[in-house]
């Protein structure tokens, strides 16, 4: 019943700056955990970030901590991934994602298997 949908990809140059939304529909988003997943061409999708439901708890991939920061604002029914910093190996479609309603992730956070609700992706290229 929740449909997710990705905002906000487009290109950027090296070392510049995009914020992407998550949106949601179906339910609101305070019932639900979500995390941010990415999938560059012949890759294996891999977890980004994710946010708990009450923004309480956070988790980053190493590769972009410091670099991108997840939020979310449950009244306005979003989620937001901040990237900064954006490097070439940064460009991947990126997907927000949610596990099942009233489900908080810990260690399993990055495992596309948690996840029930998915959005079609937003592209993001990163290149001079």
């Known amino acids: 019943q929740l449909q997710l949908v990705e905002s906000g990809g487009g290109l950027v140059q090296p070392g510049g700056s995009l914020m992407l939304s998550c949106a949601a529909s179906?339910?609101?988003?305070?019932?639900?955990?979500i995390g941010w997943f990415r999938q560059a061409p012949g890759k294996e999708r891999e977890g980004v970030s994710y946010i708990a439901r009450s923004g309480e708890a956070t988790f980053y991939v190493e590769s972009v901590e410091g670099r991108f920061t997840i939020s979310r604002d449950n009244a306005k029914n979003r989620v937001y991934l901040q990237m900064n910093s954006l490097k070439p190996e940064d460009t991947a479609v990126y997907f927000c994602?949610?596990?099942?309603?009233?489900?908080?992730?810990?260690?399993?956070?990055?495992?596309?298997?948690?996840?029930?609700?998915w959005g079609q992706g937003t592209q993001v290229t990163v290149s001079s």
């Open positions: 994602a949610a596990p099942p309603r009233r489900t908080a992730l810990f260690a399993s956070w990055h495992r596309v298997s948690e996840y029930v609700s």
């Open positions: 179906g339910f609101t988003l305070d019932n639900f955990a």
